[in-house]
């Protein structure tokens, strides 16, 4: 009886996340504030994501970190941008396989954002076509991984 009450627990835990079902946000989950990256250069870096994706200052320390904080064109999404001090240098993203981590905007028109990055210090690492899917990986002037996706059904719930 006990093994059957942890499956159902465990059942429940899985429903509570709502599977692939495209149902209403669950009232008792959290919401993503930030995603926080160690870059060589925050102030460099913050400023190429604000003038070519979009981007807004919303907070920015002057001191050894440089910690800025930049927010999305929905302002609902941060990216905290830092020089952790606790490490000699920082990551090396352009080092890293894009499919490690990179970070996804959805996008209207995948070959226009291509040209337009480009021309801007960004690079194509890969673009991708199939039936309902455009992709490009992308990596910005610093090396952190950048996707653009344009997809008939979207992964979000709204």
Known sequence: MKKLAIAATALG???GCGGTEKKAVNPNGFVLEHVAIDVADPVATAKW???NLGFTITRQKDDITHTTFIVDASGRMAIEMYRAKTQPVAPDYAAQDPLT????????DVDADIERLTKAGATLVTHEKSPGFDGAMMRDPSGIAIQFVKRDESVLLK
């Open 13 to 15: 835990v899985l429903a």
């Open 49 to 51: 994501w604000c003038d």
């Open 101 to 108: 981590l990179h970070i996804g905007f959805i996008s209207k």
